[in-house]
């Protein structure tokens, strides 16, 4: 039986807004995924030590923390397309002034400024909530993420081919100017083929910042989603910060060989979020599911922490990704069934900026415990927080047994 499409929407216009979002999702992370694995070098071509490098990262979460929710709620108020437009559109200014930074200082600026802009990840999430029903969300958010991993899929393998360390900074204009390049295509996309998915009659509730905040975190569903996304990504966060300079301490790793691993496990990701997330939601429910993915991601950085040799690691790092591709997407799905359709951008946006939040202190932390107890600290870190994030888990699927 085929679904509804969303009301004064045809099916045909579903599809096409679906495959026009999806490539645009697609041209946006790519350049992102270029961009990740070749930080910890790029840093290291200022000199920059371990400390630097992870603050790095946090720079970026500082300033996602800020935009997320400015644009979750502005595309509530005057819609998806021009919030997409402007914020994708000073992504790429904001790589061509990374690809031409001088010092470490005006790198850690310029990703600060990054950050703000690629904060419309709730935008993205509210849009493809617009042109989907109910009953489809999870098996979307599941789409979604493969098209997020199908970016990062190419990106690392562009950057990780085209970065020259060897030639210090200079080394790594090449792959920046190719991530900018990679978000003005998406804003020319958006342009030309994004028509506006926001009701025009759906006007946002006016509501002081703290009752918004506070009825998220009041809900049953919405609250505890938000705190275990909160828990994982501080971990993960960690992870992602210290992976290449764990690597190269571990292995004798370079941003080819990193670049090769982030495709190989991108691939991965986007066949799970694709064929299996939205199958298991059906079948298990989001909540259930969920969980799921969260033990998986557990197994899956003991594994990586753990390894002896760089297949091990490899066999770790996919367990993370099939729960983490598992994982994510029933969270956005839960927090879109469960708030109201005039706010699902403003609670998707309270997700996001909590994970931003993380963002921010992960890699601090991470950075402290690579350098002062051991490379592997940070794995051993975001394993222990597995744990309360399953406890709460778990309660979700107490408390949400239509969801689940």
């Not at 961009?35 to 910890?40: M, S, T």
């Not at 990062?152 to 020259?164: D, R, V």
């Not at 990679?182 to 030309?192: E, G, K, M, R």
Request: glycine content about 12%; aromatic content about 10%; overall charge positive.
């Amino acid at each position: 039986m085929t679904l509804a499409a969303p009301p004064g929407m045809s099916a045909g216009e579903e599809r096409r807004a679906l495959v026009v979002l999806l490539t645009v999702i697609f041209l946006m992370i790519a350049g992102f995924g270029l961009v990740i694995p070749l930080l910890p070098f790029f840093a290291q071509a200022f000199d920059a030590p371990a400390w630097q490098v992870t603050l790095l990262f946090s720079a970026f979460s500082v300033g996602q923390f800020i935009g997320e929710p400015i644009w979750g709620k502005l595309s509530d108020r005057i819609g998806r397309r021009p919030v997409l437009i402007v914020t994708i559109a000073m992504v790429g200014v904001s790589y061509t002034a990374l690809a031409f930074a001088p010092n470490i200082a005006a790198a850690f600026a310029i990703r600060f400024v990054t950050g703000i802009f690629a904060g419309n990840i709730s935008t993205l999430q509210g849009a493809m909530a617009d042109i989907t029903p109910p009953e489809k969300r999870a098996q979307r958010m599941g789409i979604m993420g493969a098209a997020f991993s199908a970016g990062f899929t190419t990106g690392p393998a562009i950057g990780g081919f085209l970065a020259q360390p060897s030639r210090g900074a200079l080394g790594f204009q090449l792959p920046l100017l190719v991530a900018a390049a990679f978000a003005f295509a998406s804003t020319l996309a958006v342009i030309l083929l994004v028509r506006e998915s926001r009701s025009r009659d759906a006007a946002p509730r006016k509501a002081v910042k703290t009752a918004r905040l506070r009825e998220g975190f009041a809900h049953p569903i919405i609250s505890r989603v938000v705190i275990i996304s909160f828990i994982v990504v501080v971990g993960f966060a960690g992870i992602e910060a210290t992976y290449g300079l764990w690597t190269e301490a571990r292995f004798g790793w370079g941003p080819r060989q990193i670049g090769t691993a982030f495709m190989v496990i991108g691939l991965l990701g986007a066949v799970c979020q694709g064929w299996l997330c939205g199958r298991l939601a059906r079948i298990y429910g989001e909540a259930r599911t969920l969980t799921g993915g969260l033990a998986l991601m557990g197994i899956g950085i003991a594994t990586q922490g753990l390894s002896p040799t760089w297949p091990v690691a490899i066999l770790g790092f996919a367990l993370v990704c099939i729960g983490q591709s598992i994982c994510f997407p029933n969270i956005s799905a839960l927090i879109s069934r469960a708030a109201p359709p005039d706010r699902q951008g403003e609670m998707l946006g309270l997700n996001m900026s909590g994970m931003a939040l993380a963002r921010i202190g992960g890699p601090v932390v991470a950075g402290q415990l690579f350098s002062l107890v051991s490379p592997g600290g940070p794995f051993a870190f975001s394993a222990l927080l597995i744990l309360p994030a399953l406890w709460f888990a778990g309660q979700v699927v107490k408390r949400s047994p239509r969801l689940a």
